[in-house]
């Protein structure tokens, strides 16, 4: 086994860095653009990120017994999608699950836990600050993985990987939801237009922050392809992974089983 640290630089947008350095900068992205966060997405997808993330929560098929993690949670919109699947508080208390919201965030977390409040004081949602390369949890606590446009974001997206492996029991299932860099040719080059010269400028309009939205569209072309992600899924151990590429490519849902 090879226990050398990797030191190799990675991607933060377009430029190469060190790996904390990307940390660090991804915080600062999104400690910047917390407060506008939401309405971004909205605005930025033209609603349709509520499409893909209720097409992921169909595909994880959660329950109200299930230990659930969501890593790179943010301000909370899949871990209130899990707890409406799971038939909402007051069955999770019932049958004794639990959802667990992870994020480097403090700021998206902090967003989360008004969201929550404001949601009738949502007791079934605990929010932890935590780095998806390193997590805080004991080993095969979780029944499911869940992660939504978090892992591009994460500097070393292998360990991360390992890491969901480690909290999953036996049996459990990984899901992520991503944006793709290969939409459908016919798509590509509208998609590229509205991706480096719309909504970095939207950004800058609504959340005074083009350098942020820069990095958030660079970020995308740098993610590995569906399938690449599939070889990175099984190197950490899942099997019988499987990929859903929704709205032309633009984003996919992997699925993938810890044994
Ligand atoms: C684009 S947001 C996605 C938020 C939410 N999952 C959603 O779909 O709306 C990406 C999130 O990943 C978090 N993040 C970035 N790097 C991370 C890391 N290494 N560990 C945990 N969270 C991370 C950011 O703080 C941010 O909240």
């Known amino acids: 086994?090879?226990?050398?640290?990797?030191?190799?630089?990675?991607?933060?947008?377009?430029?190469?860095?060190?790996?904390?350095?990307?940390?660090?900068?991804?915080?600062?992205?999104?400690?910047?653009?917390?407060?506008?966060?939401?309405?971004?997405?909205?605005?930025?997808?033209?609603?349709?990120?509520?499409?893909?993330?209720?097409?992921?929560?169909?595909?994880?098929?959660?329950?109200?017994?299930?230990?659930?993690?969501?890593?790179?949670?943010?301000?909370?919109?899949?871990?209130?999608?899990?707890?409406?699947?799971?038939?909402?508080?007051?069955?999770?208390?019932?049958?004794?699950?639990t959802i667990t919201v992870a994020d480097l965030t403090q700021a998206m977390l902090e967003v989360g836990q008004k969201r929550a409040a404001t949601k009738g004081g949502l007791h079934s949602i605990e929010w932890v600050q935590a780095n998806a390369e390193l997590l805080p949890f004991q080993s095969q606590k979780f029944d499911l993985y869940t992660i939504a446009f978090g892992l591009r974001n994460i500097s070393r997206i292998d360990d991360a990987l390992k890491q969901a492996y480690r909290v999953l029991k036996p049996g459990a299932l990984f899901c992520c939801l991503e944006f793709s860099p290969c939409a459908l040719p016919f798509l590509q080059r509208i998609y590229d237009?509205?991706?480096?010269?719309?909504?970095?400028?939207?950004?800058?309009?609504?959340?005074?922050?083009?350098?942020?939205?820069?990095?958030?569209?660079?970020?995308?072309r740098k993610f590995p392809t569906p399938e690449h992600l599939l070889d990175k899924l099984s190197q950490a151990?899942?099997?019988?992974?499987?990929?859903?590429?929704?709205?032309?490519?633009?984003?996919?849902?992997?699925?993938?089983?810890?044994?």
């Open 1 to 97: 086994m090879n226990n050398q640290q990797d030191t190799s630089p990675v991607w933060f947008g377009n430029q190469r860095v060190e790996a904390t350095e990307k940390t660090a900068l991804v915080l600062d992205v999104f400690n910047s653009v917390a407060h506008k966060y939401d309405l971004m997405n909205d605005l930025m997808s033209f609603g349709i990120h509520r499409l893909w993330k209720n097409s992921m929560i169909s595909l994880c098929r959660p329950n109200a017994s299930q230990h659930i993690l969501d890593v790179a949670g943010g301000t909370g919109d899949i871990a209130f999608r899990l707890l409406q699947a799971c038939g909402g508080q007051q069955l999770m208390q019932t049958k004794g699950g």
């Open 237 to 259: 151990g899942f099997r019988h992974g499987q990929y859903y590429s929704l709205t032309g490519g633009i984003v996919a849902i992997h699925t993938a089983w810890r044994v």
């Open 193 to 220: 237009l509205y991706s480096f010269h719309v909504l970095p400028r939207l950004g800058q309009l609504i959340a005074q922050d083009q350098h942020s939205y820069q990095y958030l569209v660079e970020s995308i």
